[in-house]
Every structure is written in structure tokens, then in C-alpha cells.
Nanobody, 117 residues
Framework: QVQLVESGGGWVQPGGSLRLSCVVSGITFRAYAMGWHRQAPGKQRELVASIASGENTSTTYADSVRGRFTISRDNAKNTVYLQMDSLKPEDTAVYYC?????????WGQGTQVTVSS
């Protein structure tokens, strides 16, 4: 059974930081590219950041988060992270991790991030 379990969400004031984690089980983690997506109320889900499979550290970021968010992975721990700094109210959303290979994709259940004063 494939499981992706996100954690680390919560409430933070503008300018603050949060670190999201996604622990993956049931698949060969290092074989999958990983992504963080988010969905705000009334909006479509969007890709925030992605990281390539294996030991390749190639990453991509949405323009709205580049320079503020950092995605990383620890293949020994089957975990992908999203470090979020300088958070803004518009970053408020449910954040989901996703595992992707050529044939399959899997989603986590999501974790809420709320940025407000």
C-alpha cells in the first residue's frame, strides 16, 4: 500500500517560516520524482516545487515562490521537504506532496498552511 503522509503545516504570521515533510512508503522512493502542490480555496491546484528522482538534485519552482521556498529530499529517510520562508498571506493553501514516475503518480492527503496576522 502506497502512503504519502504530509506534516508540518499550521498557522504562521507573514514573514514567518514553516517546514513541510512528506514521508513516503510502499514505493521505491528514490525512483520517483517528487513535487509539492498547493490548492487555495476557490482555486485550482498548482505545482509549487519539484525535485528529480535518484540522487539528481535538479529542482523547479513556481515563479511565485522562487527564492523563498526550497525543496529537498532524503532518500535514506524516504522523505521530501519543503522549506518555506518569508511566507505571505497568498501562500495560504492546503499543501500536497506527489510522487511521480513514468507510469504512476500518488498523492498525499494534504496539510493546511495558513499565513495571517
Amino acid at each position: 500500500q502506497v502512503q504519502l503522509v504530509e506534516s508540518g503545516g499550521g498557522w504562521v504570521q507573514p514573514g514567518g517560516s514553516l517546514r513541510l515533510s512528506c514521508v513516503v512508503s510502499g514505493i521505491t522512493f528514490r525512483a520517483y520524482a517528487m513535487g509539492w502542490h498547493r490548492q487555495a480555496p476557490g482555486k485550482q491546484r498548482e505545482l509549487v516545487a519539484s525535485i528529480a528522482s535518484g540522487e539528481n538534485t535538479s529542482t523547479t519552482y513556481a515563479d511565485s515562490v522562487r527564492g523563498r521556498f526550497t525543496i529537498s529530499r532524503d532518500n535514506a529517510k524516504n522523505t521530501v521537504y519543503l522549506q518555506m520562508d518569508s511566507l505571505k498571506p497568498e501562500d495560504t493553501a492546503v499543501y500536497y506532496c506527489k510522487a511521480i514516475d513514468l507510469s504512476n503518480s500518488y498523492w498525499g492527503q494534504g496539510t493546511q498552511v495558513t499565513v495571517s496576522s
